[in-house]
């Protein structure tokens, strides 16, 4: 056989000449290696930060190629020289070849990502589509290597000799590679791939079907005296008139920035109906396309996942996911929900109870079914604490809110945040700022873009902080992250951005991910920062941040009124705390269902409409209407990465209320003891990140194990 690799631009008149060759030979056609270098193209130089003026789609899709294919080289190479059974298998010999590739295939993934986020051009997003796959399957070559992960057994073997970071690696890749199939032989391991490969159908197909149905909704009304109430920035997106959103006609979504303001706004109970209907029965099998339902997908997902558990000798695929959960048991699981349905049930009941006195009170006749919840909550929140939304914002300059963001960064943990942006290349946009992070004694630790403002048809909408670099001590390179939001632009330069309470609250939550990616010390790429954080543990931090922002000490430090420079006052904090704290119980009691819902889904084999039935009975204290289908759009675990891991948000909740109380203990007007406990702080949760289980992260912040009384004491103050 022979075999060529040949450029495109030769396919053809080579496809021609074999069709008419009587030769017994033939050619194999391979994709053509880029001649890209560091030198030639800016995604390859990891060692420096992104030139982003000089990064052209066609050079993300050529530098990720050539990098993914140097990458499956490579590891190619470096596991057949681990059959070398001559050859001692150390830490270094197996890890380090990996990590010299990864970082750079990393870095480049990660510009390109950034991109495709943030850059109006449609080739970034194209040109990302088209390597992301690429990228992926070079990256998950490591995980189903037989030579490898016996190789990894072998340094594992010798667990003693290799430091806290290097016994957490080895232990990660055995998990994964385990998780991965790797341990299955002859029919079973053809049947788990195969098994993968349809579970993965499904759930695009799952997602996809959801997606369809929301945009096929919309409801247009010019009716005034529907939105005369409605608040500015509704309009703004409801309106077809961009330029006049109060002239109609204006048009109801499903779309997440349109739904639920709808639906806390609209007076008129059968529209409300309309859309709340709509949206809970996004992809289920009584919409008006049968072919977009996904109940049968449900039962598809269910037995894909419970026969790959099965495969790998777990009970269910509860259990399995457990395997990468702080929380370590599906026991733990069920009793950590059990306590929170105790504790807050009766007292949902009781708001509830409430709301019913106060709706009646308005003139509401009716019993509340679920379309009327946010409307009259709404209403209720509004009259007890009696907010202005447009007079809050008046306090949230962007500028004096990130010099306290920045401020209490410093007092807690230490660090210094620097305007750096003159001293880097141009970012995707002139509006993008650039920061470095200073240890006390000055030392350089990491950096991060700031992109703040929206640009319509230009960038994704919504805020996150996501890694652009990653440490590693065997390349000597430094954390870098990108902070992207969608605040409005300002009309006028010289006057500093206004941000809403929900923008600042988005802001802290987004940066305390950051502080987790940026003040990393752990020394392997592949666990450093966020990267090997166990999944219910990875948004304790940016929980805990949120949770500082609603102290009246914060909220009076980051608040200063736009024409007075005045903060706020105590009055209006105190009202805003409240405000924040309305109807939690309830709020609680909804994330818990979904919570058992989900770890009942991958449990059970019950009929999922009736297991929907019973457990909605145990949990929330509304009616469960007989038309609500609301499992069939549920992405977050039948397409997302929360399958039997929905309850996350509530355990990260408990640990960072547990951390957050470790601070309150010393009393906040103590600057020593409060650095004090910053400074563990950050040794721990924002240094050691994936480096460190997450249970003993907590025991050496907390001396002991993570405790829900703190999350009880936090709600008992709501």
């Given amino acids: 056989m022979k075999c060529a690799r040949l450029c495109s631009y030769h396919q053809n008149n080579l496809k021609q000449a074999l069709r008419n060759s009587s030769s017994g030979s033939y050619y194999v056609l391979l994709p053509e290696i880029p001649p890209d270098t560091?030198?030639?193209?800016?995604?390859?130089?990891?060692?420096?930060?992104?030139?982003?003026?000089s990064v052209t789609p066609d050079k993300i899709i050529t530098?990720?190629?050539?990098?993914?294919?140097?990458?499956?080289?490579?590891?190619?190479?470096?596991?057949?020289?681990?059959?070398?059974?001559?050859?001692?298998?150390?830490?270094?010999?197996?890890?380090?070849?990996?990590?010299?590739?990864?970082?750079?295939?990393?870095?480049?993934?990660?510009?390109?990502?950034?991109?495709?986020?943030?850059?109006?051009?449609?080739?970034?997003?194209?040109?990302?589509?088209?390597?992301?796959?690429?990228?992926?399957?070079?990256?998950?070559?490591?995980?189903?290597?037989?030579?490898?992960?016996?190789?990894?057994?072998?340094?594992?073997?010798?667990?003693?000799?290799?430091?806290?970071?290097?016994?957490?690696?080895?232990?990660?890749?055995?998990?994964?590679?385990?998780?991965?199939?790797?341990?299955?032989?002859?029919?079973?391991?053809?049947?788990?791939?195969?098994?993968?490969?349809?579970?993965?159908?499904?759930?695009?197909?799952?997602?996809?079907?959801?997606?369809?149905c929301q945009r096929l909704f919309s409801h247009a009304t010019d009716d005034i005296s529907m939105i005369q109430d409605f608040p500015p920035s509704l309009l703004a997106a409801m309106s077809e008139n961009k330029l006049n959103p109060r002239q109609g006609p204006w048009k109801v979504t499903l779309q997440h920035n349109v739904y639920l303001p709808f639906m806390e706004n609209c007076s008129k109970r059968e529209l409300r109906w309309n859309a709340w209907h709509a949206f809970n029965n996004r992809a289920a099998d009584n919409f008006a396309d049968q072919n977009l339902g996904n109940h049968k997908i449900i039962n598809e997902i269910r037995m894909y996942r419970s026969d790959i558990a099965k495969l790998l000798g777990y009970e269910n695929f509860a259990q399995m996911s457990m395997e990468t959960k702080m929380a370590g048991s599906v026991e733990n699981v069920v009793n950590f929900l059990e306590s929170l349905k105790t504790k807050f049930k009766m007292k949902a009941e009781d708001e509830i109870a409430e709301l019913q006195e106060y709706a009646k009170s308005t003139g509401f006749k009716q019993r509340l079914q679920m379309w009327d919840l946010y409307y009259y909550r709404q209403k209720q929140r509004t009259e007890?604490?009696?907010?202005?939304?447009?007079?809050?914002?008046q306090y949230f300059q962007l500028n004096h809110v990130l010099n306290g963001l920045f401020s209490n960064c410093k007092r807690l943990f230490g660090i210094t945040v620097k305007d750096c942006t003159d001293s880097v290349p141009e970012a995707w946009n002139s509006e993008v700022k650039f920061y470095n992070i200073y240890d006390e004694d000055g030392t350089y630790i990491s950096s991060f873009y700031m992109d703040p403002f929206g640009r319509q048809q230009d960038k994704l909408g919504g805020v996150w902080m996501e890694t652009g670099g990653e440490?590693?001590?065997?390349?000597?390179?430094?954390?870098?992250?990108?902070?992207?939001?969608?605040?409005?632009?300002?009309?006028?330069?010289?006057?500093?951005?206004?941000?809403?309470?929900?923008?600042?609250?988005?802001?802290?939550?987004q940066f305390g991910h950051g502080l987790q990616q940026l003040l990393t010390v752990v020394p392997y790429s592949e666990i450093s920062g966020q990267r090997n954080v166990e999944w219910?543990?990875?948004?304790?931090?940016?929980?805990?941040?949120?949770?500082?922002?609603?102290l009246p000490q914060t909220l009076q430090e980051i608040t200063c009124h736009q024409e007075t420079g005045q903060p706020m006052p105590q009055d209006l904090i105190e009202r805003i705390i409240k405000a924040e704290k309305h109807m939690c119980?309830?709020?609680?009691?909804?994330?818990?269902?979904?919570?058992?819902?989900?770890?009942?889904?991958?449990?059970?084999?019950?009929?999922?409409?009736?297991?929907?039935?019973?457990v909605w009975a145990q949990y929330m204290p509304l009616p469960l209407n007989d038309q609500d289908n609301h499992p069939c759009s549920f992405t977050h675990i039948f397409s997302d990465q929360y399958p039997a891991a929905y309850y996350s948000y509530k355990w990260s909740e408990m640990i960072s209320a547990d951390v957050l109380g470790a601070f309150l203990e010393v009393g906040l007007d103590d600057a020593e003891k409060v650095a004090a406990v910053g400074k563990r702080f950050r040794e721990t949760f924002l240094s050691l990140g994936g480096g460190v289980p997450a249970s003993e992260v907590f025991r050496r912040f907390r001396g002991r194990d993570p405790s829900l009384n703190a999350l009880l004491e936090l709600y008992q103050s709501k």
């Avoid at 970071?165 to 788990?192: C, H, I, P, W």
């Avoid at 007890?384 to 914002?393: K, P």
């Avoid at 948004?539 to 949770?547: D, H, I, K, L, S």
């Fill in 471 to 509: 440490r590693s001590s065997h390349l000597g390179t430094k954390p870098f992250s990108y902070l992207v939001m969608s605040l409005p632009t300002p009309v006028f330069s010289n006057v500093s951005p206004l941000m809403t309470l929900a923008d600042v609250s988005m802001l802290f939550h």
């Fill in 63 to 212: 530098g990720c190629a050539k990098l993914a294919i140097e990458y499956e080289t490579y590891l190619g190479k470096h596991l057949e020289d681990l059959k070398d059974q001559k050859k001692p298998k150390d830490f270094e010999c197996v890890f380090q070849p990996i990590e010299e590739i990864a970082v750079p295939l990393n870095y480049a993934w990660r510009t390109a990502k950034n991109l495709n986020y943030v850059h109006r051009n449609p080739g970034y997003k194209q040109a990302f589509q088209r390597i992301h796959p690429q990228v992926e399957r070079a990256k998950n070559e490591r995980w189903i290597s037989e030579t490898l992960y016996n190789s990894v057994k072998e340094v594992h073997a010798n667990r003693d000799n290799l430091t806290e970071f290097q016994r957490r690696l080895t232990e990660m890749y055995l998990l994964e590679a385990r998780l991965n199939g790797v341990e299955l032989v002859g029919s079973d391991r053809k049947r788990f791939m195969e098994t993968l490969k349809r579970l993965s159908v499904e759930r695009s197909n799952f997602r996809n079907k959801v997606m369809i």
């Fill in 585 to 614: 119980s309830y709020d609680m009691m909804r994330q818990v269902y979904l919570s058992a819902f989900d770890m009942e889904i991958h449990i059970s084999k019950e009929n999922w409409f009736e297991l929907m039935e019973r």
């Fill in 536 to 550: 219910d543990a990875l948004p304790v931090c940016a929980t805990f941040m949120q949770q500082w922002l609603y």
């Fill in 384 to 393: 007890l604490y009696q907010l202005d939304e447009a007079e809050i914002t």
């Fill in 38 to 53: 560091p030198e030639t193209n800016e995604v390859m130089r990891v060692a420096d930060f992104p030139d982003f003026q």
